[in-house]
């Protein structure tokens, strides 16, 4: 029987190969150390998705940031809405107010057709005039007689009709005399101070 070839190598004086010595085996803590390691990158970070579109998460200061501007946000909404409501209310008492005084003042204008005197008088920062007859002019520097506008035309009515469109809407009055004020406060009151009406104003 012929000797195995790995029997004749070790005749001829060739040594067996060593076994390589085998360390103790590791703990399983140890094993588990060793996986947890592999998991990681090379820069140390943990492997794994990032955060989306690679920006790192919000801070608690950047989410407290975002409900302050959300609140306030909310809150000039709210206040812009409220303005709004307001002036629509506003805008509608108005209009009723103007309907009530229509209502008050029909065919109870005194303006004469044949008044040929200009009375002047001082209506939302403007000079104003309405013409009237010479005895309305006396009545209505005395205090007896009124101006209001409506619709952009000046009537000219008694002293108890102006105070009811006064308490109805008070923008409406345009001339109301105090027979007890001094005269220097109506420089337009007396005839001689009368503007032509030629005159640019």
């Not at 040594?15 to 820069?43: F, I, L, M, N, V």
């Not at 005197?117 to 009124?146: C, M, P, W």
């Amino acid at each position: 029987m012929t000797d195995s070839l790995r029997d004749q190598l070790l005749g001829l004086g060739f040594k067996p190969t060593p076994k390589p010595k085998q360390g103790p085996k590791p703990t399983p803590a140890q094993a588990k150390k060793s996986e947890a390691g592999r998991g990681k990158r090379a820069d140390g970070r943990r492997g794994g998705k990032p955060h989306a579109g690679g920006k790192p998460g919000r801070t608690q200061e950047d989410i407290d940031l975002a409900k302050a501007y959300a609140i306030r946000a909310q809150r000039d909404k709210d206040e812009r809405i409220e303005a709004e409501r307001r002036k629509q209310e506003e805008a509608r008492l108005r209009r009723e107010a103007r309907a009530k005084l229509a209502t008050l003042l029909e065919g109870k204008a005194l303006n004469a057709e044949g008044a040929d005197i200009a009375r002047h008088f001082e209506y939302g920062g403007k000079i104003k005039r309405i013409y009237v007859t010479s005895d309305q002019l006396k009545a209505l520097n005395a205090g007896e007689l009124g101006v209001l506008q409506q619709n952009g035309r000046y009537l000219l009515v008694t002293a108890a009709l102006l105070a009811e469109a006064e308490a109805v809407f008070a923008p409406s009055v345009a001339l109301k005399v105090d027979p007890d004020a001094p005269a220097g406060d109506d420089p337009y009151a007396d005839p001689k101070y009368q503007v032509p009406d030629d005159l640019v104003w």
